[in-house]
């Protein structure tokens, strides 16, 4: 992409997932998303990593979110000013804009007086001092804190109270305000974003301007502050954004949009000593989910994922493969078996050499932590390294010591290995639990009665972290390419997705090639594989972090989707984000979350997997849990790594998520079925009177249920977006159903 002023004159690109997904800023022309430009369609684009490119997504998704987080009553008040007070220019006007914004001007004006001719307060019953509290909507309101807060106007104060009080029939519910003034703030986003289209036409050509160039001018007329103007801005370019797909799912009168294309809006209600009189309401929207993003791509471009994990199926550490399938129907590809014998005739004549390799795979268990030193030591030593060493370390971070040492103690004692890898959770430091110089103390008092030689272990242990990453990495690789034997900790997060650790071949050390690729670089020779934890987005008591909040939204989501966990779970775990974040879900509960913990082990094995080159030996720690918690089914059939197959080949856990299916599309059509019937609701009772065209359309969805009371899964793809609303999946064909 660079220089970005030739952007407009190449023919093939290589950037990240973040600069595609963000404005391409060029200098001589408007910044523009790739996915919008009109030169991208059908496009040929490769995604590798694919699947890890959904985090990618989330973090921007994040990150705009909160930097275009509004005061919700302050826009809406700053746009009816505007509309009371000020005028646009006739020009930029024609009969149909003329109409929308005489439509804005009464529905703001009476919105106005009904909700925010004053100030939103809380009561005192509320802790109106330093009162919080958040309102969730995903197609479904989601009350934190209390049960339901209501509003009431005081004419006599000239205050609209917030209070948890609905004894008094004049109390409204605060969802109701929210509702009416995000739909007029919203209506006037799509009025803007036509004004605009008229205006850029009828100046495009004599002036050159762009689309930005206008909405940015018509919007200074209004004179916001500069928080509403960007926000507007940002919005209504959005609707570019957001695509042709979106604009024709939003046409379809009955049709239940996926969550993945309609996101998530967020209230914040915020009371402090700089807002003494009034409650801060912030609004926080997220439009859309990664999978939203990549269908729309989908639509315009062939796109290949390219990932040794591409095609598990986890919607925490994959994208949701089954609605991309369902959205795109044909457009949706995934090899066939012939391709799958192809590409494995390919993978073994690239990994042909390994039955000379000797591949030991240990699993790492428990022990008590004195017997580790062998009778090497007396109990007196013992005893007085772990009072002044080991201390008052609780049970779990004692046992990650003593598993990690015994893996440490066995590859110093064995002089055909020479370099370790020891992947955990939390990075191994000077202020980790447990931390280095427990492992340094410990190989020191071992140096002369167990170990051949006496080890330096400042030069011994090395940590590999985020800061200085590739540094440490130079440095460490240099030691490993001059003989030196080394111990590298590092974290799951650290040396993640496509990390290469390889090193030059030491001076007289011995390899074996194992394909006929020539390198000069040997792979690390042994690994320690801790089992991940912390799979889902960790909230500490007592701490409003915006990102672990929309972090554990996303999942919670995602796993709902799935039907991994009930509507009601989803609702319960978003709402422990916003308080002490007590969240209980265990690895093998879920499909998702088991598949991610084997994803994430998978890709940490591929690291020492990267060259033509292996020692003759090499060692797989493994602590035992990750054996007694994890179901690698999913991972038995694909073209596996020999290290990550000898892993598989071990495992014995049989969790039987297929049994789960049932319950899975339960869940599934229990969430469809409540967002479908908000729907049904609205077309029904909120129009005062049926137009022609919905009395057809009624009519034709009447006819075509009282005709297909079931369909095959096949007949159900083929169905338009608004006729699949009316299905739920079953588990086997039926003709019933009972709840």
Request: aromatic share 14%; glycine share 2%.
């Amino acid at each position: 992409l660079y220089p970005s002023v030739f952007t407009s004159k190449r023919k093939i690109f290589f950037l990240s997932m973040d600069k595609f997904f963000l404005a391409n800023p060029t200098l001589v022309e408007p910044n523009y998303q790739f996915i919008n430009k009109k030169e991208w369609e059908k496009a040929i684009i490769f995604i590798d990593e694919f699947d890890a490119t959904k985090e990618s997504i989330i973090n921007q998704l994040i990150k705009n979110s909160e930097k275009n987080a509004v005061n919700l009553i302050q826009l809406f008040c700053n746009i009816h000013h505007f509309l009371q007070n000020g005028e646009w220019q006739k020009t930029i006007l024609d009969e149909k804009a003329e109409n929308i914004v005489a439509n804005m001007k009464t529905m703001f004006g009476e919105r106005y007086e009904k909700y925010c001719k004053y100030s939103f307060k809380t009561e005192d019953t509320l802790d109106a001092r330093q009162y919080r509290n958040f309102l969730f909507n995903d197609g479904q309101y989601l009350q934190v804190k209390e049960n339901k807060l209501y509003y009431y106007v005081d004419e006599q104060s000239k205050v609209n109270w917030i209070t948890t009080n609905h004894d008094n029939e004049q109390n409204k519910t605060l969802t109701e305000v929210f509702g009416n003034i995000n739909g007029a703030i919203e209506y006037f986003v799509k009025g803007m974003a036509y004004i605009t289209s008229v205006y850029y036409k009828s100046v495009a050509n004599s002036r050159n301007l762009t689309y930005s160039n206008c909405l940015h001018s018509i919007l200074k007329v209004m004179h916001l502050d500069n928080h509403s103007a960007e926000y507007l801005f940002n919005r209504i370019l959005s609707l570019q954004t957001e695509g042709r797909v979106k604009n024709r799912l939003k046409s379809q009168s009955l049709a239940v949009r996926n969550l993945y294309s309609t996101g998530f809006k967020l209230y914040s209600l915020f009371d402090g000593d700089d807002n003494a009189l009034n409650t801060d309401i912030m609004f926080y929207q997220v439009p859309f989910f990664p999978e939203y993003f990549l269908y729309e791509l989908c639509s315009k471009s062939l796109v290949i994922g390219i990932s040794a994990t591409a095609t598990v199926p986890s919607v925490l550490s994959n994208y949701d493969l089954n609605y991309l399938q369902m959205m795109l129907k044909d457009k949706f590809y995934q090899l066939k078996d012939y391709h799958h014998e192809h590409l494995k005739e390919k993978s073994n004549q690239l990994i042909q050499g390994y039955p000379q390799v000797k591949m030991d795979l240990i699993k790492v268990e428990n022990q008590p932590f004195d017997y580790l030193f062998g009778g090497f030591l007396d109990d007196k030593v013992i005893t007085s390294y772990i009072t002044d060493f080991v201390g008052s370390i609780d049970a779990f971070y004692l046992e990650r010591l003593t598993k990690m040492l015994s893996a440490i103690f066995d590859f110093l004692t064995d002089s055909s290995v020479q370099s370790m890898l020891i992947f955990s959770n939390q990075l191994i430091n000077n202020h980790s639990k447990p931390n280095i110089h427990l492992f340094k103390r410990a190989v020191q008092l071992l140096n002369q009665q167990y170990f051949e030689h006496s080890y330096d272990v400042d030069s011994l242990f090395v940590t590999l972290n985020s800061q200085n990453f590739e540094k440490q990495k130079k440095q460490i690789l240099e030691k490993l390419s001059k003989g030196e034997k080394v111990i590298i900790f590092t974290s799951y997060k650290t040396v993640g997705v496509g990390q290469n650790l390889q090193y030059d071949i030491p001076e007289n050390t011995p390899v074996i090639q194992v394909n006929n690729r020539n390198s000069h670089s040997k792979d690390i020779d042994c690994i320690y594989i801790d089992l991940p934890t912390h799979l889902i987005a960790r909230k500490y008591k007592d701490t409003h972090s915006m990102e672990t909040i929309y972090r554990g939204i996303f999942q919670m989501e995602y796993l709902s989707a799935r039907g991994e966990i009930s509507s009601a779970q989803c609702k319960y775990f978003i709402s422990q984000y916003f308080t002490d974040g007590n969240i209980h879900l265990d690895t093998d509960k879920t499909r998702s979350m088991n598949n991610k913990a084997i994803a994430i082990i998978q890709q940490a094995v591929g690291r020492i997997c990267r060259t033509s080159n292996k020692n003759a030996v090499i060692k797989l720690y493994i602590d035992d849990k990750v054996f007694q918690t994890c179901d690698f089914s999913d991972f038995k059939n694909k073209i596996n790594n020999p290290e990550f197959q000898k892993i598989i080949e071990t495992s014995y856990k049989n969790h039987s998520f297929e049994k789960a299916e049932v319950e899975s599309l339960q869940n599934q059509a229990v969430n469809h079925t409540l967002r479908f019937k908000n729907k049904l609701y609205h077309f029904v009772y909120n129009n005062k009177q049926w137009t022609s065209e919905q009395v057809a359309y009624w009519q034709a969805m009447r006819q075509h249920l009282l005709k297909y009371p079931t369909l095959s899964t096949e007949a159900f793809l083929e169905l338009e977006d608004n006729y699949q609303s009316f299905y739920i999946q079953m588990p086997t064909p039926s003709k019933s159903y009972t709840y």
